[in-house]
């Protein structure tokens, strides 16, 4: 039933049975218009408050919950070193010290920061019950996490997919990709002189079969958790980055060769050496 016909049925039951009917009805009374904003996230998120959704039609098929974890079962694989369980900083002073940093040393990362970097992204912290680092709705981590390596001792230039059950990394492409995540971030030439450069993608459908509208919601805040603990680890560990939400998605998703609907590239976090 369309939003208008509703308050006018409403309006009209309670003037012939009083106010206790409205209150009874199947519907929440204070339920608001369709938002009239043409800023679409506005509506969305107007839309995707729970028994708000509307449809033209039959609800739409939520289908079934994928695997658990991507991999690429060709690709070469890199075996990352176990990661330390404490830093020299301690965690308030990290908080503190943590600046988005966007020039970097021309001296490389050695294979344990970076490891130590993905392992606090989305290393298993409790094997029991897989959970991971960052927080995930559902315990159901729709999020993907890709290095773009530029400069790191002992691993070729490429992009890399974590692997997050055997803490290693699967390549994807190999070959210098400084310039293309460049052009992709709008012409930021800092993504290209990082040592690093983090690529948070979505899965939708690992969320969306369980929280339907909220799916784009929840994706987003994974996203912000898994960066935020990448920007204090990098601290922790005296590097530097810095997150980024400025680029092309259909550029950056072809960089991973991402279709960009069953899953998409969120966000970009630069760290490397400062
Ligand atoms: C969602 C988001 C997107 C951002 N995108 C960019 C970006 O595209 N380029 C950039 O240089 N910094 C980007 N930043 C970093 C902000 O500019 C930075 O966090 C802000 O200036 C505050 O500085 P601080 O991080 O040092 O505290 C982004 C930050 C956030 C949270």
Known sequence: MNPGRRWFLGGLLSLVGGCATVRELPWPRAMPPEPPEADLGLRYHEWSKPGHARYEGPPPDWGTQPPRYKTYPDAPRVALPLPAEDSTMRFMAAIQARRSQRSYRDVPL?????????????????????????????????????????????????AYH?????????????????????????????????????????????????????????????????????CLAATALGLGACPVGAFFDDELNALLELDGHDEAALYIVAAGKV
């Open 110 to 158: 050695s294979l344990a920061e970076l490891g130590q970097l993905l392992f606090a992204a989305q290393g298993i912290t409790y094997p029991p019950g897989e959970l991971r680092a960052a927080p995930s709705a559902g315990a159901l981590y729709p999020i993907e996490l890709y290095a773009l390596v530029h400069r790191v001792a002992d691993l070729q230039a490429g």
């Open 162 to 230: 974590y692997a997050v059950q055997e803490h290693a990394l699967e390549m994807v492409r190999a070959g210098d990709l400084s310039a293309e995540i460049s052009a992709a971030a709008l012409g930021q030439g800092f993504l290209g002189e990082a040592n690093v450069c983090f690529i948070l993608s979505a899965i939708f459908q690992r969320t969306r079969w369980k929280y339907r509208e909220r799916t784009y919601r929840y994706v987003l805040l994974e996203a912000g958790h898994i960066a935020q603990n990448l």
